[in-house]
């Protein structure tokens, strides 16, 4: 099995710390009051965190990007361009986007991204991939290095693998999608990619993901 270093809240919320040469690539900064932990487990690591690469907006996922770039000063904050606006408390959306109500929390922060990044773009080893429906600029992250995805909410395991296209009654992270057809649109882009193992943000990490996959999006098609 690879190495996921996974930093987890009672397995319930995730952030993961990413190998890179230069130091350690952050995916995530979890709930507030998260901060000291991710950084006892760099410390494990015994490399520096470099890069906080953030999947989407959602408070449970930026909960505590400004304690820590208080605490890494040095470190590069990362997202889409299009969550950096929800990250700035920007809820507008765009013409050419469903013009459902954004739901979750998006409780913003005072720290501005150091870069936004695109689909097709790279953060270190990790490939940015369009994962949008969860929040509008959602993205995943693909480590062609062992195929490890990491999917934010796109897919949670916590329950069993699902998407969060359709409510999962043991873990209903759909009630906080924005818009459930692109979701699911993107939990199918993302089952393409046929991942080794799915690293989510809620629930622990899953090898050999593809069947539990397919099921998952066969329940919300
Ligand atoms: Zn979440």
Same mark, same amino acid.
């Given at each position: 099995?690879?190495?996921?270093?996974?930093?987890?809240?009672?397995?319930?919320?995730?952030?993961?710390?990413?190998?890179?040469?230069?130091?350690?690539?952050?995916?995530?900064?979890?709930?507030?009051?998260?901060?000291?932990?991710?950084?006892?487990?760099?410390?494990?690591?015994?490399?520096?965190?470099?890069?906080?690469?953030?999947?989407?907006?959602?408070?449970?996922?930026?909960?505590?990007?400004?304690?820590?770039?208080?605490?890494?000063?040095?470190?590069?904050?990362?997202?889409?361009?299009?969550?950096?606006?929800?990250?700035?408390?920007?809820?507008?959306?765009?013409?050419?986007?469903?013009?459902?109500?954004?739901?979750?929390?998006?409780?913003?922060?005072?720290?501005?991204? *150091? +870069? /936004?990044?695109?689909? &097709? @773009?790279?953060?270190?080893? !990790?490939?940015? $991939? =369009?994962?949008?429906?969860?929040?509008?600029?959602?993205?995943?992250?693909?480590?062609?290095? *062992? +195929? /490890?995805?990491?999917? &934010? @909410?796109?897919?949670?395991? !916590?329950?069993? $693998? =699902?998407?969060?296209?359709?409510?999962?009654?043991?873990?209903?992270?759909?009630?906080?999608?924005?818009?459930?057809?692109?979701?699911?649109?993107?939990?199918?882009? !993302?089952?393409?990619?046929?991942?080794?193992?799915?690293?989510?943000?809620?629930?622990?990490?899953?090898?050999?993901?593809?069947?539990?996959?397919?099921?998952?999006?066969?329940?919300?098609?």
């Amino acid at each position: 099995m690879a190495d996921v270093n996974r930093i987890t809240r009672l397995g319930m919320v995730n952030a993961y710390l990413v190998r890179e040469d230069d130091g350690l690539t952050l995916i995530d900064t979890m709930l507030g009051g998260s901060a000291g932990k991710i950084i006892a487990g760099a410390e494990v690591s015994g490399a520096p965190i470099v890069r906080i690469l953030l999947t989407h907006a959602h408070g449970d996922h930026i909960g505590s990007l400004d304690a820590l770039k208080e605490r890494l000063p040095e470190g590069e904050v990362i997202i889409s361009t299009r969550d950096a606006r929800l990250l700035a408390k920007d809820m507008s959306l765009d013409p050419d986007e469903p013009k459902d109500k954004l739901r979750g929390g998006y409780p913003g922060a005072e720290t501005k991204p *150091d +870069r /936004t990044v695109d689909p &097709g @773009d790279r953060v270190g080893s !990790l490939d940015v $991939v =369009a994962a949008p429906g969860h929040t509008p600029g959602h993205v995943a992250l693909l480590d062609p290095r *062992d +195929r /490890t995805l990491y999917c &934010g @909410d796109a897919y949670s395991t !916590l329950g069993g $693998v =699902a998407t969060s296209a359709k409510v999962n009654p043991l873990f209903p992270l759909a009630l906080f999608t924005w818009h459930r057809p692109t979701e699911l649109e993107s939990a199918r882009a !993302l089952r393409a990619l046929e991942p080794a193992r799915l690293a989510p943000g809620h629930g622990k990490v899953v090898e050999s993901p593809l069947e539990a996959m397919d099921r998952a999006i066969a329940r919300a098609s």
